[in-house]
């Protein structure tokens, strides 16, 4: 995803690959972001990590934050060293831990497909308008309603004493700390996000940011031109040349000669911009 990428500062939209370190937030990695191109730049980020966890989170710079809820409805793909024979009240190596002694020995069974999940009461998920984790943390009870995840793909990659390390590839919402607490008395010891749809952790790079439309180029673009291009950039519904093919409800980039102009819905044989960008 580098290939179009610029050089800050003087780039007013995008979305930077950043590969967080440890014991910093998401929001501590967006408040940098904000103070290095100005206080008045629009700057967010489409999936919090953990503070323990490291990897990439995608930093969205100006119009980008349009499309947050684009970006973090991406699968996520993941590298999890879990300890066995313990267990964390938070699922990680930051929370109380309780030696148990009991390790499994042999293959595990690595559960894949839809499944069902409750998100960790040490998670971001809102309750009554807080966040969970700030509920636990002050001695609540928090018991969060189970979700249905996908797990595309659970794979051992090395085993050492009661270590193992996992690579996972997940749906959106997939809680990796849940995963591998249901595996048995286990606990994330680390936690690293590789991939998020077509990013790669590897392509990260603070200094650069991927421009708008290459960032958006995994939806299927609708290239415009002239009376379309103008309607669609001033958010009114265009004939779709891919009509009656275009999928039900599939999101379309609109694009012409000068990048991307909208992210639209297919809607009775035409796209209706529900985001729009030159405005």
Same mark, same amino acid.
């Given at each position: 995803?580098? !290939?179009?990428?610029?050089? $800050? %500062?003087?780039?007013?939209?995008? #979305?930077?690959? &950043? +590969?967080?370190? /440890?014991?910093?937030?998401?929001?501590?990695?967006?408040?940098?972001?904000?103070?290095?191109?100005?206080?008045?730049?629009?700057?967010?980020?489409?999936?919090?990590?953990?503070?323990?966890?490291?990897?990439?989170?995608?930093?969205?710079?100006?119009?980008?934050?349009?499309?947050?809820?684009?970006?973090?409805?991406?699968?996520?793909?993941?590298?999890?060293?879990?300890?066995?024979?313990?267990?964390?009240?938070?699922?990680?190596?930051?929370?109380?831990?309780a030696e148990t002694g009991r390790v499994p020995h042999g293959d595990l069974t690595l559960p894949t497909g839809t499944i069902r999940q409750r998100?960790?009461?040490?998670?971001?998920?809102?309750?009554?308008?807080?966040?969970?984790?700030?509920?636990?943390?002050? !001695?609540?009870?928090?018991? $969060? %309603?189970?979700?249905?995840?996908? #797990?595309?793909? &659970? +794979?051992?990659? /090395?085993?050492?004493?009661?270590?193992?390390?996992?690579?996972?590839?997940?749906?959106?919402?997939?809680?990796?700390?849940?995963?591998?607490a249901d595996l048995g008395d286990a606990y994330c010891e680390q936690l690293r996000r590789t991939a998020i749809g077509p990013f790669d952790v590897?392509?990260?790079?603070?200094?650069?940011?991927?421009?708008?439309?290459?960032?958006?180029?995994?939806?299927?673009?609708?290239?415009?031109?002239?009376?379309?291009?103008?309607?669609?950039?001033?958010?009114?519904?265009?004939?779709?040349?891919?009509?009656?093919?275009?999928?039900?409800?599939?999101?379309?980039?609109?694009?012409?000669?000068?990048?991307?102009?909208?992210?639209?819905?297919?809607?009775?044989?035409?796209?209706k911009p529900i985001v729009g960008f030159r405005g």
């Open positions: 995803m580098s !290939g179009g990428a610029r050089r $800050l %500062p003087g780039v007013s939209d995008g #979305v930077i690959l &950043f +590969d967080k370190p /440890a014991g910093a937030t998401s929001h501590d990695v967006v408040a940098q972001t904000r103070r290095r191109l100005g206080k008045g730049t629009k700057v967010g980020h489409a999936g919090t990590l953990d503070p323990f966890a490291t990897g990439l989170l995608l930093v969205l710079v100006g119009r980008a934050t349009r499309v947050q809820r684009f970006l973090m409805a991406l699968p996520k793909s993941y590298e999890t060293v879990a300890r066995f024979g313990a267990t964390s009240t938070t699922g990680d190596s930051d929370g109380e831990i998100p960790p009461a040490y998670s971001a998920v809102r309750v009554g308008g807080m966040r969970a984790y700030k509920l636990a943390r002050r !001695g609540e009870d928090v018991e $969060l %309603p189970e979700r249905e995840v996908t #797990v595309h793909a &659970f +794979d051992e990659l /090395a085993r050492e004493g009661d270590r193992r390390t996992f690579a996972i590839r997940c749906s959106a919402g997939t809680y990796v700390r849940s995963l591998v590897r392509d990260a790079d603070p200094e650069r940011i991927v421009p708008l439309n290459d960032a958006l180029a995994f939806l299927p673009e609708a290239r415009l031109a002239g009376d379309d291009a103008r309607r669609a950039a001033h958010g009114v519904a265009v004939d779709d040349p891919a009509a009656p093919a275009r999928a039900p409800g599939e999101t379309v980039r609109l694009t012409d000669a000068d990048g991307v102009i909208a992210i639209a819905e297919p809607r009775d044989g035409r796209l």
